[in-house]
């Protein structure tokens, strides 16, 4: 129980928890098991309209992690992953107005910071889940670097804003004094961009596998992976971009060799004449009609495109990919909701 005079308003607790049983006594998950990695997309930390509190956040994460106990109930093995947009941003924004007081912290430390806080919100309300429902299942969030080419044509063309809006003239000041790409962003102001580089490496993928293997249910890769690049000596520095957080799922999931790759996100399908009169919903979609869809440009960049690329990529490499609502999550497993993409037509 909290302590007395203690006054934040977090979600009730039972205050008869029994106490951790050492991790010998954990059952061994069924060697068989399949393994998921799942996606979770900025909805299931906040919701539009929301500002970001503590609060509101953990109530989102607590209702979007009973349906993961739900699933893991269920007999999948789940690999974890987030997306860390607003969260990141907000850092960015606390580090820009205290910068006269405590030295700004750069991107890739706010990112980190941010898997961090996430992870401690979702490892927190899901062994919560997994407690009410008697699950024993540890949960390990792993702080993650995911390694970048320094070559990757994206570090030419910033694309994506990061952070909080200023005057043009603030702006060229940054240009100039901190050597920041500030780009102009739809009427609203001028924001900073970064590169949206692909991932390579799944830096801490042994330990990851291993966890994996061993029954744990491991929340990695948040927001993409801390971007990182490997010198000519192999050695690791932070750099200040974003990587796409269902490109580096799709890598995760094929390093863990995952039977399956699920993206949470708001919508229940991914649809083709997507917002227009002739809509349509994708069911069960075999890779190649995919590969035509996308390249007839039913996606769009930075939302459904990187989901769907995620999606090709894996089943590419054999698995089963399923795009869905975060409200359908057992379903989507089941074969009973979502879009699927399949290797071959009629699979
Ligand atoms: P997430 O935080 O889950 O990654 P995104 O906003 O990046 O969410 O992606 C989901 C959004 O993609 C949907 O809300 C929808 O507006 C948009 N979208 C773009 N094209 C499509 C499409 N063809 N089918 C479905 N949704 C699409
Ligand atoms: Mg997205």
Same mark, same amino acid.
């Given at each position: 129980?909290?302590?007395?005079?203690?006054?934040?308003?977090?979600?009730? +607790?039972?205050?008869?928890?029994?106490? /951790? /049983?050492?991790?010998?006594?954990?059952?061994?998950?069924?060697?068989? %098991?399949?393994?998921?990695?799942?996606?979770?997309?900025?909805?299931?930390?906040?919701?539009?309209?929301?500002?970001?509190?503590?609060?509101?956040?953990?109530?989102?994460?607590?209702?979007?992690?009973?349906? *993961?106990?739900?699933?893991?109930?269920?007999?999948?093995?789940?690999?974890?992953?987030?997306?860390?947009?607003?969260?990141?941003?907000?850092?960015?924004?606390?580090?820009?107005?205290?910068?006269?007081?405590?030295?700004?912290?750069?991107?890739?430390?706010?990112? %980190?910071?941010?898997?961090?806080?996430?992870? $401690?919100?979702?490892? /927190?309300?899901?062994?919560?889940?997994?407690?009410?429902?008697?699950?024993?299942?540890?949960?390990?969030?792993?702080?993650?670097?995911?390694?970048?080419?320094?070559?990757? /044509?994206?570090?030419?063309?910033?694309?994506?804003?990061?952070?909080?809006?200023?005057?043009?003239?603030?702006?060229?000041?940054?240009?100039?004094?901190?050597?920041?790409?500030?780009?102009?962003?739809?009427?609203?102001?001028?924001?900073?961009?970064?590169?949206?580089?692909?991932?390579?490496?799944?830096?801490?993928?042994?330990?990851?596998?291993?966890?994996?293997?061993?029954?744990?249910?491991?929340?990695?890769?948040?927001?993409?992976?801390?971007?990182?690049?490997?010198?000519?000596?192999?050695?690791?520095?932070?750099?200040?971009?974003?990587?796409?957080?269902?490109? %580096?799922?799709?890598?995760?999931?094929?390093?863990?060799?995952?039977?399956?790759?699920?993206?949470?996100?708001?919508?229940?399908?991914? $649809? *083709?004449?997507?917002?227009?009169?002739? +809509?349509?919903?994708?069911?069960?979609?075999?890779?190649?009609?995919?590969? #035509? $869809?996308? #390249?007839?440009?039913?996606?769009?960049?930075?939302?459904?495109?990187?989901?769907?690329?995620?999606?090709?990529?894996?089943?590419?490499?054999?698995?089963?990919?399923?795009?869905?609502?975060?409200?359908?999550?057992?379903?989507?497993?089941?074969?009973?909701?979502?879009?699927? *993409?399949?290797?071959? %037509?009629?699979?």
């Amino acid at each position: 129980m909290p302590a007395a005079g203690h006054t934040d308003n977090r979600l009730s +607790q039972g205050s008869h928890m029994t106490a /951790q /049983q050492p991790i010998e006594e954990f059952p061994a998950r069924a060697p068989d %098991a399949k393994t998921v990695v799942v996606a979770l997309g900025g909805n299931a930390i906040l919701q539009p309209g929301q500002v970001g509190t503590f609060e509101e956040q953990l109530v989102n994460v607590d209702g979007a992690m009973r349906c *993961i106990a739900e699933l893991v109930e269920s007999g999948w093995r789940v690999v974890l992953t987030h997306g860390n947009g607003p969260q990141v941003g907000d850092l960015l924004v606390q580090n820009a107005l205290a910068a006269k007081t405590v030295p700004s912290m750069p991107m890739d430390v706010c990112g %980190a910071m941010s898997q961090g806080s996430i992870g $401690y919100m979702l490892e /927190q309300t899901l062994l919560n889940h997994f407690h009410k429902r008697r699950l024993e299942v540890p949960v390990v969030t792993v702080l993650t670097q995911v390694a970048v080419s320094a070559k990757d /044509q994206a570090f030419d063309n910033p694309t994506k804003p990061v952070g909080a809006f200023h005057s043009e003239a603030e702006a060229r000041k940054m240009m100039l004094e901190d050597g920041h790409v500030m780009k102009e962003d739809a009427g609203r102001g001028w924001r900073r961009v970064v590169p949206s580089p692909k991932p390579v490496e799944i830096v801490p993928r042994a330990a990851i596998v291993d966890m994996v293997r061993n029954g744990i249910c491991v929340i990695c890769s948040g927001g993409g992976g801390v971007p990182v690049v490997r010198g000519k000596d192999g050695s690791l520095s932070g750099i200040a971009a974003v990587i796409d957080k269902d490109l %580096a799922a799709a890598l995760l999931a094929k390093e863990v060799a995952a039977d399956a790759l699920l993206i949470l996100t708001d919508v229940p399908k991914a $649809y *083709i004449h997507y917002n227009t009169p002739e +809509q349509q919903a994708l069911g069960t979609v075999s890779l190649a009609e995919m590969q #035509a $869809y996308a #390249a007839e440009g039913h996606f769009k960049a930075g939302s459904m495109g990187p989901k769907v690329a995620a999606c090709m990529s894996f089943v590419e490499a054999g698995g089963t990919a399923v795009i869905g609502s975060l409200t359908e999550v057992v379903q989507a497993m089941a074969g009973e909701a979502g879009t699927r *993409i399949v290797p071959e %037509a009629g699979a």
